[in-house]
Every structure is written in C-alpha cells, then in structure tokens.
C-alpha cells in the first residue's frame, strides 16, 4: 500500500500503540502514527527505542498532537493510503467522508468501547490483511 496513518487510543497508550502499528508495518508498509492525545509519553519512549534499533529509519514516524487539528490531514492527504484508528463516532464520520476523496482504506475502532488488546481477536494475523495491496499478474503461456 504504501503510507499507513495510525491514530492510537487515549487508553492503553502504548499497547494500543504498537498493536496498531505492529500489523502494518509486517505488511510492508511506512506508518506515521499520531500518539495518544492524553499520555502522549509511551509513544515518545517508543520512538527513542525504534530510533536505535534495527527497524530502518522512516519506517514508523510518530508525531504528537491535538487530533481535532490532524484527523483532516490524516483523512484527505493523498499519499496517505489507509488509516487505522481508535477514534470517537465524530473523529470515524471525518475520516470516512475525507477518505472517500483519495479512495483510501480506513479500519476504526471504537474509542466508546473499551478494546482488550490481550484477547484473540486484537492478536490475530487477520489485522495484517487489511493492508495488504493485493494485485493479479497475468502470465500469458505460448503467445
């Protein structure tokens, strides 16, 4: 796909965090993550260990900030492919209707609901799927 936008939950802030960049970037793509709003510390702690390890640099960005002024830019930035995000009912109707511009895929979860990151559910490969690009090669035989 290409660049991911990751929105993590206020709750949870680094095990929501690395549960939702974790399956996009196994995908092979670039993220660029927006800390919780509220504890945004644990993702600044996460991104002084990803800066010293062996994941090349780029790969995962995280910036800080009020989400009310970044969730139109997370939504309608064209080079921005897909977006996963715990957001609240208002934040998932903006990401919807920006997404539709650029035709890019969005994956929320509720931010009302509280999401248990151990269950088997949040651990399982089938997050990784919804940011796979999936193309067809036609090989044509005897032409």
Request: net charge negative; aromatic share 6%; glycine share 10%.
């Amino acid at each position: 796909m290409g660049i991911v936008g990751v929105i993590a939950a206020d709750s949870d802030p680094l095990l929501g965090l690395v549960s939702l960049v974790a399956p996009v970037i196994v995908s092979g793509n670039t993220v660029i993550a927006l800390a919780s709003e509220t504890e945004p510390y644990p993702a600044i702690v996460l991104g002084e260990m990803l800066a010293t390890s062996d994941l090349p640099g780029g790969v995962v960005n995280l910036l800080t900030g009020f989400r009310r002024e970044l969730i139109p830019t997370f939504s309608t930035h064209t080079h921005i492919r897909g977006v996963s995000a715990v957001v609240g009912v208002e934040d998932r109707k903006e990401l919807g209707v920006g997404a539709a511009d650029s035709v890019k895929r969005v994956r929320t979860r509720k931010a009302e609901e509280k999401i248990n990151w151990y269950s088997e559910k949040a651990e399982g490969v089938y997050d990784i799927k919804d940011f796979i690009e999936f193309k067809t090669t036609w090989h044509p035989i005897g032409v």
